[in-house]
């Protein structure tokens, strides 16, 4: 799986929109951009996933460059619970049988810090 | 409805003493998959079951760390000997099918203190 970059900290303002940034430039065709966050003492979370589409749901929206090099995930209103670390996961896609897709790789992550 | 649970939440043990980390899947989600996470660091894959068996265990470190599934339910992680290395949130995750790997549901994990 592609290899990924993601800065170790960013600070948002409550109610401000945290854009969190993400680079995957050996990213390959068939390989999606998850994102996962992990709030203290707790397990990962799923955030959101896509392909090359921008995507939304009740969470976030990811925005994913047309090269699909990178991708920014947007919490469009942060709230102090969604301090957390964010993961930024690429991945081979379902039915995949020649890669390992079920596996998370997981790197450090950003550490988001949303203050009042 | 409920989600993974894993027990214990924490666990002390001394160096050399044999562990078992257990958990509980959501009912009828068929693949299960255990992680190890250091301090400071993302959660790493260690072993991934689909129903009873394990078709992924590369990720275990050595072979004092063995799992099983017997029933395609519940799972249990064994060290044996342990060391203070081991020492880590054991977190285990679940998702519907072999089919479905989208998201996967994390439990809470156990920490794991070798002393």
């Known amino acids: 799986d592609a290899k990924t970059t993601q800065p170790p900290s960013m600070d948002c303002a409550e109610g401000r929109a945290a854009n969190l940034p993400c680079n995957h430039s050996t990213i390959s065709g068939n390989e999606y951009v998850y994102w996962y966050r992990q709030i203290h003492s707790q397990g990962p979370q799923y955030i959101i996933h896509g392909l090359k589409n921008n995507e939304t749901n009740e969470m976030a929206s990811l925005i994913i460059t047309e090269d699909r090099k990178s991708s920014t995930l947007i919490l469009p209103h942060a709230t102090l619970r969604d301090t957390a670390v964010y993961y930024c996961?690429?991945?081979?896609?379902?039915?995949?049988?020649?890669?390992?897709?079920?596996?998370?790789?997981f790197g450090k992550g950003t550490l988001l810090t949303v203050n009042p | 409805g409920a989600g993974v649970s894993q027990t214990p939440s924490n666990k002390v043990t001394e160096k050399g003493k044999y562990v078992e980390l257990r958990c509980d899947p959501i009912s009828g989600h068929t693949a299960l998959y255990w992680y190890r996470q250091s301090l400071g660091q993302g959660p790493e894959f260690l072993i991934y079951f689909q129903g009873t068996g394990a078709a992924d265990d590369s990720g275990l470190p050595n072979d004092r760390f063995f799992a099983v599934r017997p029933e395609g339910s519940v799972s249990t992680l064994k060290i044996q000997r342990t060391e203070r290395g081991d020492s880590a949130v054991y977190l285990c995750?679940?998702?519907?099918?072999?089919?479905?790997?989208?998201?996967?549901?994390f439990g809470p994990g156990t920490r794991l203190t070798v002393l």
């Open positions: 996961i690429v991945r081979s896609g379902l039915g995949n049988s020649g890669g390992s897709n079920y596996k998370l790789t």
């Open positions: 995750a679940s998702s519907p099918n072999r089919v479905n790997y989208n998201e996967q549901f």
